[in-house]
């Protein structure tokens, strides 16, 4: 008894010196991000370009076949500058004929005259006849309203000599020309493009089915694809009422709220559609832990640099991520990998600095 009771106090101080020097569960190096809300939500990003608000489509008012192009496109003009002429053959030859027939009615006029001056004096001596004046006053009106036609023509040949030069209605850009230098065009036949570029506005084609989905507070982002810094929003303006029929598409037009520098006359552009909508977080499925039908996260404390799990609503799953709407606050820090071996109070180190 006396050899057993040493052992016995050696063993209980064993156990108690085993129990002291226990070492502490170790630190977990986990992957981290920090929770960022979203409160707007993307409805799709189109390519687009900037467009003048007001174009005028030009052409001539006489047929003929286009002789010179005398601008190009991207060409400023100004109020009645000369855009293109047409072979004025024609026009000359129409022209020489009236002025021709003008002559001749004129010399008939002169005639005319003469006649009723000469009828009119015989009359007045009693040598003339009452008949024969009446005639040569009716000739001398038939021949003053042959006048004034012809002279209506040689104007009319005039103008449409005049017409066969194309001048710009107003200051613009050349944008487009719908046709080329020998190219045989008909009276009023679009034959270029001029844009006013004072007033700019942006141009996408949507969805015809996104089109009848979008909410009233729809917001539009307008920025330079070269350079997607240079931005500003948008608002619609006008929206096709019918859809083209290859594309299913509808062309809208934007009204921009401020419009660069940058932004010039043909500049490509990608628009994004945003809507307000409650405050969200989206966080990689790899952050969610289910654990009795309740789907949790682990939060990590950044002054005990502990992690804790706290029970989250999901709204939705897609792909690879998942919209939380309840249980996280913005700039939390979330264990996004390795849950599953996670217990309460665990001391964590961050490897990694991420934002959602």
């Not at 004929?97 to 009828?119: F, M, S, Y």
């Not at 066969?164 to 009276?187: F, P």
Request: hydrophobic share 40%.
């Amino acid at each position: 008894m006396k050899r057993l009771l040493p052992l016995l106090c050696a063993a209980v101080l064993l156990s108690g010196c085993s129990k002291e020097e226990a070492a502490p569960a170790p630190v977990r190096p986990v992957l981290s991000i920090r929770v960022v809300a979203q409160s707007e939500e993307s409805l799709g990003r189109f390519a687009g370009n900037i467009q003048a608000r007001y174009e005028t489509n030009l052409g001539f008012r006489v047929p003929g076949r286009i002789a010179n192009r005398t601008v190009d496109v991207g060409a400023e003009v100004g109020p009645g500058d000369l855009l293109a002429t047409l072979d004025p053959t024609d026009q000359q030859n129409q022209l020489r004929a009236a002025q021709g027939d003008l002559a001749k009615v004129e010399a008939q006029w002169i005639n005319a005259q003469a006649n009723a001056r000469r009828q009119q004096e015989l009359f007045d001596r009693g040598v003339g006849a009452q008949a024969q004046l009446d005639i040569a006053q009716t000739d001398l009106k038939t021949t003053g309203a042959a006048l004034d036609q012809a002279k209506a023509a040689v104007r009319q040949a005039q103008d449409q000599l005049n017409y066969s030069q194309l001048h710009s209605d107003h200051g613009g850009v050349v944008t487009a020309w719908n046709a080329e230098a020998g190219q045989v065009v008909t009276a009023g036949q679009q034959v270029v493009t001029l844009a006013r570029p004072e007033i700019k506005e942006a141009v996408i084609d949507l969805p015809a089915t996104l089109v009848d989905q979008l909410p009233t507070d729809v917001e539009f982002k307008v920025a330079a694809q070269l350079d997607p810094s240079i931005s500003t929003t948008a608002t619609v303006r006008e929206i096709e009422p019918q859809a083209q029929s290859a594309t299913r598409t509808r062309r809208a037009r934007l009204t921009l709220k401020d419009t660069p520098e940058a932004f010039r006359l043909g500049t490509a552009i990608s628009v994004t559609l945003s809507s307000a909508i409650e405050p969200r977080t989206e966080l990689p499925l790899s952050a969610l832990q289910e654990v009795d039908g309740q789907t949790r996260i682990w939060v990590i404390d950044p002054q005990s640099q502990t992690v804790a799990p706290r029970a989250i609503k999901v709204l939705s799953r897609d792909g690879d991520s998942a919209l939380i709407g309840q249980g996280v606050k913005p700039g939390e820090r979330v264990v996004s990998a390795g849950v599953n071996s996670l217990k309460p109070g665990q001391k964590v180190k961050i490897d990694e600095d991420r934002a959602q």
